[in-house]
């Protein structure tokens, strides 16, 4: 009836009334490769199909699933069979597969598989080459994107796990054709400047593209290049990268990544609490045994004999002691020596040390670096800092720089 209302339940009622009684829709089969692939605690796999044109939503359950000869994976293709029909909760449109084949291999899963079957023959995923993490690092690297969650988290569980540790932070982009270079030049600077014992690369989870910045050969390289361990901590765990073969660590999750790199202070401090229990009661055990010795010896011994022996054992506490004096001098002087190293190269680094030198930072209104005229526009309001403070300007013109 013209002009009447109808409830968003009812549009969406009826729009997916229209999809359940088409022939076509009710039992389809659709070639594509798939993507955004997740496989729920349920055991329900969620992805989508997509070709050059189009993606679909996707839904398997568990009990259509689980007699399928093969894992599907992000990069395959496939010929899936079902339904589609509206998921009226979220009013969208998908295709309920009762049915999954095999039907050749995407472009990118081929060029995943093609260089991953190079750097193994290479013997970059040897385990003979992987190095061992440090059981308490003192310094930690991240490489990865600053504005993404897969730092917040790792920075939640290390700091709850150890709250005093110090970390180094090499922000990148994750995704995007300048990733790669990102990624990789963020390794190769925490291996000279960034004075860290372990590295973490990763990001949260994604599709295949976005994903595959971890799948690019210089990225591979330049793990297996690093004199520090690094630990692969890329997308969910059921996402596998050629990052995580050829590093020396793989976590199925950034959460998981900063669990592994380091124990828990409260556990640590409980384990040696029982440690030095256990130490006292051998040193009284021991303490114990000798007084019956001493007690054995008073008997046994004339007294100008048992002197003999007392002084000796006097004389070699004293040795003991003076040895253990120029170890602990020689100890501290070394480590004056690195903290004086560490607190010039901190100066050096400083960026407030370069501030003063007469450069400057231009922040937008949200405090971000503008790295480039690209991202100002003319009349936005910007904050120039000196090494004093702060200047608030309006952006009047533009020119760009050539550079030769």
Request: glycine letters at 6%; aromatic letters at 8%.
């Amino acid at each position: 009836m013209e002009g009447e209302i109808f409830s968003v339940g009812e549009v969406t009622r009826y729009i997916k009334y229209l999809f359940d009684n088409d022939e076509i829709l009710t039992g389809i089969s659709i070639r594509g490769e798939i993507s955004n692939f997740k496989c729920h605690n349920s055991g329900h796999f969620y992805f989508s199909l997509k070709d050059e044109e189009a993606q679909i939503r996707c839904v398997m359950f568990k009990s259509r699933n689980m007699n399928l000869d093969f894992f599907p994976q992000n990069g395959l293709k496939v010929i899936a069979t079902g339904y589609i029909t509206v998921y009226e909760k979220n009013g969208e449109y998908q295709l309920y597969v009762e049915k999954l084949e095999k039907d050749g291999i995407g472009e990118l899963f081929l060029q995943f598989q093609k260089l991953k079957e190079k750097l193994q023959e290479e013997g970059l995923f040897d385990d003979s080459r992987k190095k061992s993490l440090p059981f308490l690092p003192k310094n930690i690297g991240i490489v990865t994107s600053i504005d993404g969650a897969a730092l917040r988290d790792l920075l939640t569980v290390i700091k709850r796990r150890f709250p005093n540790v110090n970390i180094t932070i090499a922000p990148v982009s994750v995704q995007g054709e300048q990733a790669k270079d990102e990624i990789s030049e963020g390794i190769e600077l925490l291996n000279i400047y960034g004075n860290v014992d372990v590295i973490i690369v990763g990001r949260g989870g994604g599709s295949i593209e976005e994903l595959w910045a971890f799948n690019e050969e210089k990225v591979a390289r330049a793990i297996a290049g690093s004199k520090i361990p690094v630990i692969s901590a890329v997308g969910h765990q059921t996402d596998f990268t050629i990052a995580d073969f050829v590093a020396d660590m793989r976590a199925p999750t950034p959460s998981a990544a900063g669990e592994m790199v380091i124990p828990e202070k409260d556990k640590l401090k409980s384990n040696l609490e029982i440690m030095k229990k256990r130490l006292f009661k051998r040193l009284e055990a021991i303490i114990s045994t000798k007084r019956q010795e001493v007690e054995y010896l008073k008997r046994h011994c004339t007294e100008k004999k048992f002197n003999v022996i007392l002084n000796t054992k006097r004389q070699d506490l004293d040795e003991v002691l003076k040895n253990l004096i120029n170890c602990v001098e020689n100890m501290l002087d070394e480590r004056k020596i690195a903290f004086n190293y560490l607190v010039e190269k901190l100066n050096a680094l400083n960026p407030l040390a370069v501030l003063s030198r007469g450069y400057s930072i231009c922040q937008d209104e949200n405090d971000k670096i503008i790295k480039s005229i690209e991202y100002v526009f003319i009349d936005q309001n910007v904050k120039v800092m000196l090494w004093d403070g702060f200047i608030k300007c309006t952006v009047i013109s533009k020119e760009k720089r050539v550079i030769e």
